[in-house]
């Protein structure tokens, strides 16, 4: 999967994401179904997390590369981003 960051200067990221992490209700277990996804968190090739580098409209530093589900879904991502994610439940893929 083709890493969605885009720098300031406005170049693509050139990194895979190599490993995602979804964030929401889990089952105890820390496995999370695909209806309870609240976020995706993505690591670069490149840049592993972008830490630092996204700066959502409050202009404050974001400490990690995470997305919503719908934000994915926009683009085109959303099913390579789960099918990343080791935290996953079976039920939910």
């Given at each position: 999967m083709q890493c969605p960051y885009t720098y300031a200067n406005g170049r693509q990221c050139t990194g895979e994401v190599y490993r995602?992490?979804?964030y929401?209700?889990?089952d105890g277990c820390g496995r999370v179904e695909r209806q309870n996804i609240r976020k995706i968190?993505?690591?670069c090739s490149d840049r592993g997390d972008h830490v630092g580098a996204i700066r959502p409209s409050s202009l404050v530093y974001k400490e990690r590369m995470e997305f919503y589900p719908d934000q994915l879904e926009?683009?085109?991502l959303?099913?390579?981003a789960i099918s990343l994610c080791d935290n996953i439940s079976k039920a939910g893929r």
């Open positions: 995602a992490r979804a929401g209700k889990h968190r993505l690591w926009g683009r085109g959303l099913a390579e």
